[in-house]
């Protein structure tokens, strides 16, 4: 099926393809060393987050995705407005492009938090139960979650405490735009005040440019462009490491204080307690009678 996909896609091998071609090209000719690469494999991820999905949600879902092209595109929302990238964009200075993490200040309810990071490589929004407090909103208002997560707690599974539809808005009071995102409320903590995922991509049909540290998203009057700074970025990206490596140390002490605690002797017994030996009976002073005393005595002896 993949390999009739490919072919579909129009990847043939041609005569650079050909080894025995390759043998009898002459060795010092690499003239075509720049040309469009032969391709002779296909390699692909395949996984996805939606691991709650019945098996009548599974079939809708491929039902939506492979039925036949319609006639009439039907278009989304604001994708009549072009969005490009050029030399107006470019700042001052370019420090280590792509290394820095694109952190944004959208308004969220009522509130413009400073520390949003907008995460291409996650499938969900995330908020935190810290940042819905800074917000006055009710933890009664959470509704019940779909199931865990990964990728946020390393190599842990992360279970949120619910979710929670909130709007999120980009922009100023010129050119704005407002739309409510699904969150997932987790109670750890983090450095950010949320993450916005690829859900939040979508929905603002926003695209963004990491060399740049810029997000651009169509408005009702133009093109939204959010701007945010390397010192910003840095400052975050170095909070978030110490962060991380205070959580490993930390782990790592207690980890080592339960491991001295399990190597702890028993405490000597106190002067004047006795506790009696092993290999030890007792008889009773007055075998005729249940209630008597009785002597502790070595399983040697003979009782009498």
């Not at 072919?7 to 390759?22: H, I, M, N, T, V």
């Not at 690469?37 to 709650?52: C, E, K, L």
């Amino acid at each position: 099926m993949l390999k009739k996909h490919f072919d579909g896609l129009g990847f043939k091998r041609d005569a650079r393809d050909d080894p025995k071609k390759e043998k009898n090209d002459d060795k010092g000719n690499d003239k075509d060393d720049d040309g469009f690469p032969a391709v002779h494999d296909y390699y692909m991820i395949y996984g996805r987050p939606s691991t709650q999905l019945t098996a009548r949600q599974r079939k809708r879902e491929r039902h939506e995705v492979f039925t036949a092209r319609m006639a009439v595109p039907q278009y989304l929302s604001w994708s009549s407005i072009p969005i490009t990238f050029d030399r107006d964009d470019h700042p001052d200075k370019v420090v280590a492009p792509g290394i820095y993490p694109l952190v944004v200040d959208p308004i969220i309810v009522n509130a413009r938090l400073s520390k949003v990071l907008m995460d291409g490589g996650s499938s969900l929004n995330i908020i935190y139960l810290e940042t819905l407090d800074l917000l006055g909103i009710n933890r009664a208002q959470l509704q019940p979650s779909a199931g865990g997560f990964h990728g946020v707690v390393p190599g842990k599974k992360a279970l949120p405490v619910g979710r929670i539809d909130l709007p999120v808005c980009f922009g100023t009071a010129a050119n704005f735009r407002k739309e409510i995102l699904t969150f997932e409320v987790v109670g750890f903590r983090g450095m950010y005040h949320a993450f916005i995922g690829r859900p939040g991509y979508a929905k603002f049909m926003a695209i963004p440019n990491y060399t740049y540290l810029k997000l651009k998203m169509p408005g009702p009057k133009g093109v939204i462009t959010v701007s945010s700074s390397y010192e910003h970025a840095y400052e975050c990206d170095v909070e978030c490491i110490e962060y991380g490596e205070a959580i490993e140390s930390s782990t790592e002490l207690v980890s080592k204080l339960k491991a001295l605690a399990a190597e702890v002797l028993e405490p000597k017994r106190h002067a004047g307690s006795f506790e009696p030996a092993e290999g030890t009976k007792k008889i009773l002073l007055d075998p005729n009678n249940s209630d008597s005393k009785a002597l502790t005595i070595s399983a040697d002896l003979d009782p009498k």
